[in-house]
């Protein structure tokens, strides 16, 4: 059971969520540049505010991170942007050439190549982006995957993707099969690696109790640390 409360908190609009199964008391910046707590449920309005006020610093560098790390729709998709494909950063090099199938993408000495028509217009560059690094991200999860089952024992149903606001991925218990937020692509590969596991663990518990937690220990000692980067 979960309930929740919307705060306005030195100027910051915070949802607070109290949660049963919560040990402790999370913070994180959403999308939307909202705050979002959860906290156990016995945890008092008092210490969450407390809670919140003392990590405001740390919300500040989270916020100036993500400036440096812009959404596809704000590209123009010039020469000279950078992208951010599995943590690390490459400028995008628009190369003009007149016909339409010979449109393509790829990785080169660093940089991102475009190649498209001089009077193609930003969706139709975006598309190719966008498709480009769905591409890569499907065959890194074809290759993590059966690495992540061998370590979890487990099988994953069904693999689908999606651009989420607020999660890296979902597991359906019962028919195995998982999600993951394509946004992933943008981080360092052991964040997918992790995120698979994380919901193959699942399938062992469906919660996120201390059983799950001894479970992603064994699983991937390093879990705390990447779940850190990914919440920035
Ligand atoms: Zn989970």
Partial sequence: MTRQE??????????????????????????DNTLNVTAPRRASRAFIREFVLSHL??????????QKR?????????????????????????????????????IDGGKLILEIEPVSDVSERRKMIQDFFCQEFEQAVCEELPICERITQRQAGKIVYRSMKSRWGSCNVKTGRICLNLRLVHYPRQALHYILIHELTHLWEGNHGSRFHALMDRFCPDWRQIRSELHK
């Fill in 6 to 31: 919307l705060w306005t908190l030195a100027g910051e609009t915070v949802l607070v969520e109290w949660k049963a199964r919560n040990k402790n008391v999370y913070l994180r910046l959403r999308d």
């Fill in 70 to 106: 812009p959404q596809l729709q704000d590209y123009r998709y010039v020469s000279g942007e950078r992208f951010r494909l599995w943590g690390v950063q490459h400028e995008l090099q628009v190369i003009e050439q007149e016909e339409r199938h010979n449109r393509h993408v790829r």
């Fill in 57 to 66: 610093d740390m919300v500040a560098k989270w916020r100036a991170e993500r």
